[in-house]
Every structure is written in structure tokens, then in C-alpha cells.
């Protein structure tokens, strides 16, 4: 029996993930541990290894592709089977399985042990779409009248990509169609049933052949003809000159699963938190010699200290002078029922922000420094390397992101001057840190160079106030200003 690997469950609240990545092909053998693919979630981007033991007899989704937890993205033929009879019989078993659920009949799906958090079912086999058949629109069966399909919470249609290319092809709105594949979804029978349908009974985007110039979207290549042809003649009196030059391309982006969980955290987080700022400059000359002079100590062994390794050592040490930093907001029950606390956290786990590269779908990680307060420069100097590396090259997994307690967002190394941050739930503060820049000072009454950076706090007002976190301000400032006690 082939074996079917579905689109697991890999956070507490995920519903979809996307196959970035394929790592292995249709004939590899593959064995237990094998890591099959690299999953986006809606926090961060995963590997999925393999349970089993066998050869790739199919790959059920392409890589881009975003697919509902429980789908089926791979088929695994056992020792002994043929492939390519694998593939078909699972072709078959999701197609007969699809059938029994349109009629109301209970199916048993096979799943992964880890992606049992959906039905099977409600994976759509493609082998309808995917086999030609000679259909008429008296001989197809019309989809089931129920309630119309909703777009998901993201805004999207539950289709299968077939129904979405032929919709695009003959100018049909996928909003307005009933699916009646498994649990609504959309397939190649209802699109083309829709568009053979009466306009008055059906909502259809006219095909971009029959629509008015003026509300037709323009094509590219003739729109920038159009334009570089209009900026080589004379400019109408009181019009601009255009030179010549390529033009932007209009496109829309899709949302990953990891933006839309920044965007949904974000908002939340500023509409719930009251957010306020405060600001400190700090003289990192001593800091900046110090750390120069371990440096050329340390280079024989491998070791380059940089300087938010200082900073999250000074940010952890000053937790201890003032713990309501190291809190977070406690909510509890509803309505007359809720009650609310303070909850001081015995553990400092300063988070770092980390940028992931464009070709991992871009957005944004934080890594957790576990007991932060107690690591040496060298220690966290290590375990900031070997994060920042396996979340741009392979993805963090929950327990590396996870109980963080402060977050730092340090923008230092692209120029950034200065800059406020929002703060990640259910901390209730965080340090936007800018460049340490030369800049004009003056030092024992006379006007020199010093190399100064500034740091920015975002709060929570309903645990720490102004003056509180102009004393956690001071207590770092202090700490980075006399770097010899981040030694000790």
C-alpha cells in the first residue's frame, strides 16, 4: 500500500503551510530522518522529515504551493511496489474517498502520525482535474446548492490550482461559485459549469478581451512602449520632460504564512498594548576599544565578539536591578470574572531579531538566548552565530523561538541612526538599537570626536512607567559605558 504524507501540523496555530522547498525527487529512495522538504508555518520555516522508509512515488504539490494541514503533498511507495502503480492507486483511493464524502458516506484516510490534526478527506485529488475528459455541460453533474464558499481568513478561495488557471482563462469569479469538491473546495467541473452558466445566474468577471479600454488592466510590455514613447516627444506646455529609463513593474505579492502571522501580531499588538518610548545615548568608546583589543586576543581561536553580544549581556544583567522589565501582563477570566497581574518571569531569555534572506520568503525571526544573564560574552556570542545561520539557512524550529522575555531589534549594521520597535507579546518591552556613529561631544569641557549610539525602548504603560524605564535606560547605558563589568 503506498504511504501517504500530508501537510503536518508543526505549530499550535497552524492551518496551512507552504512547500518551499523540495528536497528530494519523484524515484529517490528515501529512509526514516530524511528531510523531505522545507515547510513555511506561520512562524518560521521548517523541516518535515520523513517517518518512513521508501521511494518517491509522487510529489502531490509544487514547491510555492500553500496547502490546508491534513492535505496530502507526497506519496511514498513501500518496499517492493512500484512506484508509479503507487502513485495511481493513491490516485485512485483519494478520488473514491472524495466521491464517498460528496455523498455523505464515511471515509477512513490514511494519514501521517504528526498531520492528524485534519481529515484526509478534505485533500483534493488533482487527478480530476489533471485526466481530460470529454464533458458537456448537460452530462456534468451541477455543483450541490449549500452556502457559497467564503474566502479563508487570509482572503483566500479554497480552489484547486486547475479551477483557479481555467477561472483566470475564461474570465469567471471564483467567489461566486459553490465547489463541490471535498469540504467546498472548488475544482475543474464547477469553473467550467459556471461559465457555460446564464449571466443572470451566476457573478463572472468579463474576460479581459470583451472589457472596456477603461476599465481594462493595460499590458505591460505596451505600456511601457507607450510611455518611453511618449517621453522621447515634446512635453505639452506645462507637462514635465520623462527621460528614458525602465519603468516598475505593477504586481501583487502574495502573503507567506510567516507575514501574515507578523501582520496579525503586530496590529494586535498595538491595539492592545499601550506603547510609549523612551530614548538614551550611550559613549561606546571604551566599548568599542575593549572589544577591539579581544578581538586580536581571540582571533587564534576562532572568536569575534560583536557588539551585540556586549549589548545583550548588558541587557540581561540589568534585569536584576529592575525586574518589572522582565515581566509580562496577566489576564485572566472574562467580563466581571477577569482578573489582572503582573507576572515577574525567573528567567532572563533576551530574544534577538533576526532578517531572513528574500529567497526564504523574507519576514522576520526572533532567537531566544535561554538565561541570558548567565552566559559569557563568548557564549553568546556563539549561540547568536549558530542561530542566525540555521534561521537563514535552514529555519528555527518552536523551542529555539520560543519563552523569550526581552527582545532586542538591532538595525546598527545597516546605518540606521535611530528607530522605535513593537513589541512582541507577551513581553512588555523591547530595545530598538541603532549604529554606533562618530559624532560631536563634548568630554571633560571641550568639544571632540566620540563614537555614541542610541537606544530606544518601546514599553508597556501598564507595567513600566516613564521613570522605570528611564532607570532600565541608565543601567544599561552605565554597564555599556563601563565595559569591563560585562567581563565579570
Known amino acids: 500500500?503506498?504511504?501517504?504524507?500530508?501537510?503536518?501540523?508543526?505549530?499550535?496555530?497552524?492551518?496551512?503551510?507552504?512547500?518551499?522547498?523540495?528536497?528530494?525527487?519523484?524515484?529517490?529512495?528515501?529512509?526514516?530522518?530524511?528531510?523531505?522538504?522545507?515547510?513555511?508555518?506561520d512562524k518560521a520555516?521548517?523541516?518535515?522529515?520523513?517517518?518512513?522508509?521508501?521511494?518517491?512515488?509522487?510529489?502531490?504539490?509544487?514547491?510555492?504551493?500553500?496547502?490546508?494541514?491534513?492535505?496530502?503533498?507526497?506519496?511514498?511507495?513501500e518496499e517492493g511496489e512500484d512506484a508509479s502503480e503507487a502513485a495511481e492507486s493513491a490516485a485512485k483511493s483519494d478520488k473514491s474517498s472524495a466521491k464517498k464524502q460528496e455523498s455523505g458516506e464515511s471515509s477512513t484516510a490514511t494519514a501521517e502520525p504528526k498531520a492528524k490534526t485534519k481529515s484526509d478527506s478534505e485533500s483534493d485529488s488533482e487527478s480530476d482535474d489533471q485526466e481530460p475528459k470529454d464533458e458537456s455541460p448537460d452530462d456534468s453533474t451541477e455543483p450541490k446548492q449549500r452556502e457559497p464558499d467564503q474566502p479563508t481568513s487570509n482572503g483566500r478561495v479554497f480552489a484547486s490550482p486547475l479551477a483557479r488557471k481555467i477561472a483566470s482563462e475564461k474570465g469567471v469569479d471564483l467567489a461566486a461559485i459553490n465547489g463541490s469538491g471535498p469540504s467546498g473546495r472548488i475544482v475543474k467541473k464547477d469553473v467550467e459549469a459556471a461559465a457555460v452558466a446564464p449571466a443572470s445566474s451566476r457573478s463572472s468577471v468579463e474576460p479581459a478581451s470583451s472589457r472596456s479600454p477603461s476599465t481594462s488592466a493595460p499590458d505591460f510590455d505596451s505600456a511601457h512602449a507607450s510611455t518611453v514613447e511618449a517621453a522621447t516627444k515634446t512635453a505639452a506646455p506645462g507637462q514635465p520632460t520623462l527621460m528614458q529609463g525602465p519603468t516598475l513593474e505593477a504586481r501583487t505579492v502574495p502573503l507567506s504564512n510567516m507575514r501574515e502571522t507578523i501582520a496579525r501580531r503586530l496590529v494586535e499588538s498595538k491595539q492592545t498594548i499601550p506603547h510609549y518610548q523612551v530614548s538614551v545615548d550611550a559613549d561606546m568608546d571604551a566599548l568599542l576599544a575593549l572589544r577591539k583589543q579581544l578581538n586580536n586576543q581571540l582571533e587564534s581561536q576562532n572568536v569575534k565578539l560583536s557588539v551585540n553580544d556586549f549589548l545583550v549581556r548588558a541587557c540581561a544583567l540589568a534585569m536584576h536591578q529592575h525586574p518589572f522589565v522582565n515581566s509580562r501582563w496577566k489576564q485572566e477570566g472574562e467580563g466581571k470574572n477577569t482578573k489582572t497581574s503582573i507576572e515577574i518571569l525567573p528567567d532572563v531569555n533576551v530574544a534577538i531579531?533576526?532578517?531572513?534572506?528574500?529567497?526564504?520568503?523574507?519576514?522576520?525571526?526572533?532567537?531566544?538566548?535561554?538565561?541570558?544573564?548567565?552566559?559569557?560574552?563568548?557564549?553568546i556570542s556563539s549561540e547568536s552565530k549558530r542561530l542566525s545561520k540555521k534561521a537563514r539557512e535552514k529555519g528555527l524550529t518552536l523551542e529555539e523561538m520560543s519563552d523569550g522575555t526581552f527582545t532586542i531589534s538591532n538595525l546598527g549594521m545597516f546605518g540606521v541612526s535611530h528607530f522605535t520597535a513593537i513589541i512582541n507579546p507577551p513581553q512588555v518591552a523591547i530595545l530598538a538599537v541603532g549604529a554606533a556613529q562618530q559624532r560631536p561631544v563634548v568630554k571633560d569641557n571641550e568639544l571632540t570626536i566620540g563614537n555614541v549610539m542610541t537606544m530606544t525602548m518601546s514599553s508597556d504603560h501598564r507595567v513600566v512607567d516613564g521613570a522605570m524605564a528611564a532607570q532600565y535606560l541608565a543601567?544599561?547605558?552605565?554597564?555599556?559605558?563601563?565595559?569591563?563589568?560585562?567581563?565579570?
Open 475 to 488: 543601567t544599561t547605558r552605565e554597564l555599556l559605558e563601563n565595559p569591563a563589568t560585562l567581563l565579570v
Open 1 to 41: 500500500m503506498p504511504i501517504e504524507v500530508t501537510m503536518p501540523r508543526l505549530s499550535d496555530t497552524m492551518e496551512s503551510g507552504t512547500v518551499v522547498k523540495w528536497n528530494v525527487k519523484e524515484g529517490d529512495t528515501v529512509s526514516t530522518g530524511d528531510v523531505l522538504a522545507d515547510i513555511e508555518t
Open 353 to 379: 531579531a533576526i532578517a531572513l534572506p528574500q529567497e526564504r520568503g523574507g519576514g522576520l525571526v526572533v532567537a531566544t538566548l535561554k538565561s541570558a544573564d548567565r552566559m559569557g560574552l563568548r557564549a
Open 45 to 77: 520555516t521548517m523541516e518535515l522529515e520523513s517517518f518512513d522508509d521508501g521511494t518517491v512515488a509522487k510529489l502531490a504539490v509544487p514547491e510555492g504551493e500553500s496547502v490546508a494541514v491534513g492535505e496530502i503533498i507526497l506519496i511514498l511507495a
